[in-house]
Every structure is written in structure tokens, then in C-alpha cells.
């Protein structure tokens, strides 16, 4: 590796912390309604939060960037060092995580009130190993299938991912990388497993 791509791995971590910093949910909702989303609802910037109080347009919309949020900088880290081996692997954990800090804690909102970090992980996996995001998918659906909650849907993804990676990549870097996020994940849904207990978490149709 020469010296320019050299000096753009450190470029890169902060890149992907801020791209993941932007809060596509509620910039969205504020150039498109009155709403500023962090009152409204959950509170939270996320997909589910704005679909559910500003619709399903915005939703999909607030989805698509929040997925692009991780994937961007994951796969100009992949170009830049390859996916195989030790070392390119943890530069491409470290760019995910940064990728997913950045969406958890995003500093143009005094880095408080992130989203779950459901779809930014999704984004950077998907790259990753999209093997391992299709069966992550496919526990997310099944779960929402049989509990009717986003939020059930998003925790089995999170506890199916780090087991999916680790078989479809053999890898025990990118599958200490999926366990890490999968916590953070787990952490930031504390508000929801608790609702899950009390029985009063949103259902997605009534």
C-alpha cells in the first residue's frame, strides 16, 4: 500500500463517524413537515419513529440513508485495503463501528438522540458479508411475522448477526465486530425491552 492510501486510513474512521452522524430522520422531517421527531412518538430519529408519525414515504426514505450510512464507508474501506486478511479486517471492523458510533451518537445533535443503529448495521453488513445480512433479514422478518414488533424484529437480527457472520466468513475479527454492534444494538433497545415486558411496545398493525 503506498503512502496516499496510507494516510487515508485514519481519513476514513473519521469520515465514516460523521456520515454516520447525519441524522437523516430528522433532517428529513424537518424540511418536509412542521415536526421535529425527537418530540414526537419514541423520540427516537430512526425509520420506525418517522414512519410511524410522519409516514411511510419519509420512512423509506430515512432507511435508505440510514443504510447507506453504514455501507459507504465500508465499502471505500474494503477498496482500500481488500476484505482478506488480519489486519484489513480490523480496519473494516473499525470503519463499521465508527460507521455505527456515528449514527448512536451523532455530533451535530450534541451527540444525543441517535437512532437504534438497526439499519446503519445492516448497511455496513451488507457489504460485510451479505450472505450473513440475508439470514439476519430473514430472522428480522420472521420475528416481526410472528411478534407484530419492529423492535423483536430488530433484536433477533442483532442476535442472529454475529452467529451468521462468523459462519459465512469464518472470520473471528468481523465476527467479534458483529457480537460488538450486536450489544450496542441490545443496549440502545433497553427503553424497548422494557415496553416488551410491561406489554406496551407499539405493535406495527392493530
Aim: charged share 15%; glycine share 10%.
Amino acid at each position: 500500500m503506498d503512502l496516499v492510501n496510507i494516510l487515508k486510513l485514519p481519513a476514513l474512521v473519521i469520515f465514516a463517524y460523521m456520515l454516520g452522524s447525519v441524522p437523516c430522520g430528522f433532517i428529513l422531517t424537518k424540511l418536509f413537515t412542521t415536526l421535529d421527531i425527537r418530540q414526537k412518538g419514541s423520540g427516537n430519529i430512526g425509520a420506525t419513529n418517522v414512519r410511524r408519525i410522519a409516514g411511510n414515504r419519509l420512512g423509506i426514505i430515512t432507511l435508505a440513508g440510514d443504510v447507506f450510512k453504514g455501507a459507504f464507508p465500508v465499502y471505500l474501506a474494503i477498496k482500500l485495503t481488500g476484505v482478506n486478511g488480519f489486519w484489513a479486517e480490523i480496519y473494516i471492523s473499525i470503519i463499521a463501528v465508527s460507521a455505527l458510533l456515528g449514527h448512536l451518537f451523532p455530533v451535530f445533535l450534541k451527540f444525543k438522540g441517535g437512532g437504534k443503529g438497526v439499519a446503519t448495521a445492516a448497511g455496513c453488513f451488507i457489504i460485510i458479508s451479505p450472505i450473513a445480512c440475508f439470514f439476519a433479514l430473514l430472522t428480522f422478518i420472521m420475528f416481526i411475522c410472528l411478534c407484530n414488533r419492529v423492535s423483536v424484529g430488530s433484536l433477533g437480527a442483532a442476535l442472529m448477526l454475529p452467529v451468521a457472520v462468523w459462519k459465512a466468513t469464518n472470520s473471528k475479527v468481523l465476527a467479534i465486530c458483529a457480537a460488538f454492534i450486536s450489544i450496542l444494538i441490545y443496549l440502545r433497545h433497553i427503553e424497548n425491552i422494557k415496553r416488551l415486558f410491561s406489554g406496551t411496545e407499539p405493535v406495527i398493525r392493530k
